[in-house]
Antibody
Framework: EVQLLDSGGGLVQPGGSLRLSCAAS????????MTWVRQAPGKGLEWVST????????YYADSVKGRFTISRDNSNNTLYLQMNTLRAEDTAVYYC????????????WGQGTLVTVSP | DIQMTQSPSSLSASVGDRVIITCRPS??????LNWYQQKPGKAPKLLIF???NLQNGVPSRFSGSGSGTDFTLAISSLQPEDFATYYC?????????FGQGTKLEIK
């Protein structure tokens, strides 16, 4: 069974940093691209970042480019999102998700971790 | 970026009803359209990919159709567990973008 366990969220001040993690199990992690999607309170879904299976290519939404870094550890089946220079508008539940092979869509999602950026 | 517009934004219906949700991208996306269901406090769940393909384990009362700039999600006979928010998402070009959501509520 595919399982994705998000962690690392919390309360952080504007300008601060946080690192999210996503522990994967139940599939061959290194063969799947992985994605982070966020959802601000009461709002819709926003794609944040994607990394290929090898980790060789990364992609970012304009809203986080230069501040967030996606990475992965294929030996430990873990996905990361390093978030720097956080802003109030980054407040959201962050979901990690496994991308379906060959497509920019996610077929399995973690439970989400809440990031709150506030003084 | 491709803008995705869903209609209606909210919908009230009864158990057993047939409902249809529409998604219109701002430009043609062939059949690169996916539908997700999200219940309060839970992660989204993939229902349909490639406009009309049912994800494994999704009940057959869900169906999708369309191509280009006009897509629909239909639920043939609403069940209590179907009351949720539904999102369309295009996977045609980067960045992948989502519709604003359609909240399906019990009448």
């Amino acid at each position: 069974e595919v399982q994705l366990l998000d962690s690392g969220g919390g309360l952080v001040q504007p300008g601060g940093s946080l690192r999210l993690s996503c522990a994967a199990s139940g599939f061959t992690f290194r063969t799947y691209a992985m994605t982070w999607v966020r959802q601000a309170p009461g709002k819709g879904l926003e794609w944040v970042s994607t990394i290929t299976g090898s980790g060789g290519s990364t992609y970012y939404a304009d809203s986080v480019k230069g501040r967030f870094t996606i990475s992965r550890d294929n030996s430990n089946n873990t996905l990361y999102l390093q978030m720097n220079t956080l802003r109030a508008e980054d407040t959201a539940v962050y979901y990690c998700a496994r991308d379906r092979s060959g497509g920019a869509l996610s077929d399995h999602w973690g439970q989400g971790t809440l990031v709150t950026v506030s003084p | 970026d491709i803008q995705m517009t869903q209609s209606p934004s909210s919908l009230s219906a009864s158990v057993g009803d047939r409902v249809i949700i529409t998604c219109r991208p701002s430009q043609s996306i062939n059949i690169h359209l996916n539908w997700y269901q999200q219940k309060p406090g839970k992660a989204p769940k993939l229902l349909i990919f490639g406009a009309s393909n049912l994800q494994n384990g999704v009940p057959s009362r869900f169906s999708g159709s369309g191509s280009g700039t006009d897509f629909t999600l239909a639920i043939s006979s609403l069940q209590p567990e179907d009351f949720a928010t539904y999102y369309c998402q295009q996977s045609y070009s980067s960045p992948r973008t989502f519709g604003q959501g359609t909240k399906l509520e019990i009448k």
